[in-house]
């Protein structure tokens, strides 16, 4: 709500003008001025001998003597002379108090000084909430300005901090701030009281960051000067009492320590030629020469390598299944490789190190099971992150010539496992970018090639490093980022997202023990059922992995520990249902997915795929009296959209099969959506769900609400195979669907899927659209829905339609 400032002055007034120089004077402000000009004198006289109101506004330039109507603003302030003291000198000392904004409408005629005509400006105070908060922001900041900026009087502060009127308080603050002419003037021109406000904020925020920079920046000067001169004092001292002692001892003493570690260290004879040669070098120069700390730090490195130091593989296929079977709930197919490997290990002396990549989304154990695989072999375990390296260096280490080098993250890698065959995880493959600094990804392809890394090297060492003992593994989240070259060189393993029954296992028998331990809770404290579990899992999280699962039962035990915290004697367990689950984690974060109530027409269901597994798809197609429009919407992917023209062209196609006229099309508008038009979708594996809609929608035949079917549908209506599978069935099996209709190429991919899924399923395998339809519509007849008409090509049928059309004409003429 806005209101204006109610006051008993006139709208326009006749008044004297007094022009200012390099000074505005707000409304609310008492200001005390020197007055020399004679013009300005003779105005002030007449003002004061009459009502003592007089009109002040700035010079736009400062520099001109006699101002004419063009230099002045047109904006200024009406004020009362309060006081006025004639000098010795014959100029005048006035104390003028601001009233109101005011505007100038003309000059008057006067020979002795400006008389002009102003219209009282009225400000516009709004009442709302947000300029009250910027009134106590303003407040706030002015006040810590205030603290930092000593010019500005105490008792000023003091006084402008209990105004109350927040118009008041904008012209006072105005008028304190060091702000530019031209700034002072649009305030004083503004007139909505929160428009100045912001303003003013906006200044005081600038004003205080400005200000701590420059403390921070004084302060950091300050410290490092006296850093500075503290070490050149303690340097001289040095100096001085290491003359007064005579050559150094302990130089020779740290030459004679290293000189025993190369001995004791057993080195390749490669490596320990180049280590003499450099212990050489450095006994001939000066220790505190920078030559000298080179030196020293190469030779460090190379003497904490391991070079033959290895752990003995522990190689019991019982034991070690047991211990993965343990740690991680399913993943078979990478535990079946890990095993396969001991047994080719444990039949050869000496094989070449694998090159593991497990691809999968985030939460699915893929570093995990990386650290599970080395504590099953009994071997050391480092992992380095590659997650946006773009120095080819960052691998391959930078050349001693450079101030402050050291060997790439393979090497410190190999340093921090202390043997020469550790399991070795690189994490996050995928992500590896590239820029002018060089390639890191194709620095990778000499460390992931068994031909090749027995003899890596590395630009710091500069001598070669056998790689060939360590089992490299990988972890990705997509392929298609990875180089081709880099790709070859890895065996893929696939780690696809859990399953709902796969998350309940993990959760009871790894995630909940975990955060009970974690939280110091006893297993009858949280007496959560299954049900409860799968109930979280649905609605609570939406992912392949389990990490916010995880995150959720701690929340939950968090909970209950405040609780048993309180009270621990008097603290009695209660059952969780899901009335308590949202008491602790809210109102349920995502809809899960589930089927039509009824058979409906021109709604479809479609089963998609997402990074955190499978979801129903409803598709919606409605016919409506038009041009021949098809719209559509649901923020679909530009391969989507393609699939919804491929679908109409297929029914189009079908016209005279189908019982429509050939011309149809021309008089509908037909629109498909797909509702959650906020999320994006995109992939051709709609397609024969969309032309299903549509259908539905052309013959009012509903489509059954307990099928879902996927697939691609191409212009003539055949069913290409689409992908993840395993994922859109358990989409299907949670949304109560009885019945999936999928292409006939994806057959072959039922086999990998457990068979508890496919239990309550009937999969239906279709390879054209026609069948498609005879399965989803609700038909009594299935085989009457396709009319029999003889085959007539594209021609025969714009024949056919140019003779219905005349004869319509004719009709109607």
């Not at 004879?269 to 001939?284: D, P, R």
Request: with cysteine; proline share 6%; glycine share 6%.
């Amino acid at each position: 709500m806005r209101t204006r400032r109610e006051n008993s002055i006139e709208s326009v007034y006749e008044l004297p003008l007094l022009p200012l120089r390099e000074l505005v004077i707000f409304p609310n402000t008492a200001v005390p001025l020197f007055i020399g000009r004679a013009k300005s004198i003779q105005a002030i006289e007449h003002a004061f001998r009459g009502d003592k109101l007089i009109f002040l506004s700035a010079q736009k330039d400062p520099k001109v003597d006699v101002p004419s109507p063009e230099d002045i603003y047109k904006v200024g302030t009406i004020c009362k002379i309060v006081q006025l003291l004639r000098l010795p000198d014959g100029s005048l000392k006035i104390l003028v108090e601001g009233l109101l904004r005011g505007r100038i409408i003309n000059f008057l005629p006067n020979p002795d000084f400006y008389m002009v005509s102003v219209e009282v400006k009225t400000e516009v105070l709004e009442s709302d909430v947000e300029t009250q908060a910027l009134f106590n922001l303003c407040k706030e900041s002015f006040e810590e300005y205030a603290n930092y900026n000593k010019k500005i009087n105490p008792e000023t502060v003091s006084s402008l901090l209990q105004v109350e009127n927040p118009a008041e308080f904008s012209d006072r603050l105005s008028a304190v701030l060091p702000l530019p002419l031209e700034q002072k003037q649009k305030l004083l021109e503004t007139i909505s009281v929160k428009k100045r406000l912001e303003s003013l904020l906006q200044f005081l925020r600038g004003e205080l960051e400005v200000i701590k920079t420059e403390a921070r920046i004084r302060e950091r000067v300050k410290k490092q000067m006296e850093k500075h001169q503290r070490d050149y004092y303690l340097q001289e001292q040095m100096k001085a009492i290491q003359r007064e002692l005579g050559e150094r001892e302990d130089g020779k003493s740290e030459l004679r320590e290293l000189e025993k570690r190369i001995k004791k260290k057993k080195l390749p004879k490669h490596v320990s030629n180049v280590v003499w040669k450099e212990f050489k070098k450095l006994s001939l120069t000066p220790p505190m020469s920078a030559e000298a700390t080179v030196i020293r730090n190469y030779i460090d490195w190379l003497l904490s390598l391991p070079w033959y130091e290895k752990t003995k593989d522990v190689i019991d296929l019982v034991k070690t299944e047991e211990l993965l079977n343990k740690e991680h709930y399913g993943l078979e197919k990478p535990k079946q490789r890990i095993i396969e490997h001991l047994a080719v290990q444990k039949l050869v002396d000496k094989i070449k190190g694998p090159i593991l990549c497990f691809v999968g989304p985030p939460g699915v154990g893929k570093t995990s099971l990386a650290k599970s695989i080395a504590k099953a072999l009994g071997r050391n375990f480092v992992r380095i992150s590659l997650g946006g390296v773009r120095d080819e260096a960052e691998i391959r280490g930078h050349r001693r010539t450079y101030v402050g080098a050291l060997p790439g993250k393979i090497i410190q890698g190999m340093k921090k496992a202390g043997t020469i065959n550790p399991v070795f995880c690189l994490d996050e493959i995928d992500k590896i970018g590239t820029d002018f600094r060089g390639d890191p990804a194709a620095a990778l392809l000499e460390v992931l090639d068994p031909e090749q890394n027995y003899a890596f090297q590395d630009h710091y060492l500069e001598v070669e490093y056998d790689l060939s003992q360590v089992l490299f593994i990988t972890t990705a989240n997509t392929l298609y980022t990875i180089p081709a070259p880099l790709l070859d060189r890895m065996e893929v393993i696939e780690i696809p997202g859990y399953t709902e029954e796969e998350k309940l296992e993990i959760a009871k028998n790894y995630l909940l023990p975990r955060q009970l331990e974690a939280h110091g809770l006893k297993p009858e404290y949280v007496p959560i059922s299954d049900k409860v579990i799968l109930e979280i899992i649905r609605k609570y999280t939406r992912e392949a992995g389990v990490r916010n699962l995880e995150r959720e039962l701690a929340t939950i035990c968090r909970k209950i520990a405040k609780e048993v915290a309180k009270d621990p004697s008097s603290f009695k367990p209660f059952k969780i249902n899901m009335a308590v689950v949202e008491k602790f984690l809210g109102v349920p974060r995502y809809r899960y997915g589930t089927a039509e109530e009824k058979s409906q027409v021109g709604i479809a269901t479609g089963l998609a795929w997402t990074e955190s597994g499978g979801a129903l798809l409803q598709i919606e197609a409605v016919i409506m009296p038009g041009t021949g429009n098809l719209k559509i919407t649901g923020k679909l992917g530009e391969v989507m959209q393609e699939s919804v023209q491929a679908a109409m062209s297929y029914v189009r196609s079908r016209a005279l099969q189908l019982g429509f006229p050939l011309d149809f099309y021309k008089k509908v508008d037909i629109h498909v959506h797909v509702p959650e038009g906020a999320i994006p979708k995109d992939g051709p594996s709609a397609g024969i769900t969309i032309a299903t809609a549509i259908v539905s929608a052309l013959t009012k035949i509903p489509v059954k609400n307990t099928v879902a079917m996927t697939g691609e549908i191409t212009l003539r209506g055949r069913v290409l195979p689409i992908g993840g599978l395993k994922e859109k069935l358990l989409a299907a099996v949670r949304g109560g669907i009885r019945t999936v209709i999928i292409p006939k190429e994806n057959e072959k991919d039922l086999k990998e899927i457990n068979p508890k899924i496919l239990k309550g399923l009937e999969i239906v395998i279709v390879e054209s659209m026609d069948e498609v339809l005879k399965t989803a519509l609700e038909l009594e007849s299935p085989e009457e829905l396709f009319k029999e008409t003889p085959y007539l090509d594209v021609w025969e049928l714009v024949n056919l339609q140019e003779k219905v059309e005349k004869r319509d004409y004719q009709l109607e003429h």
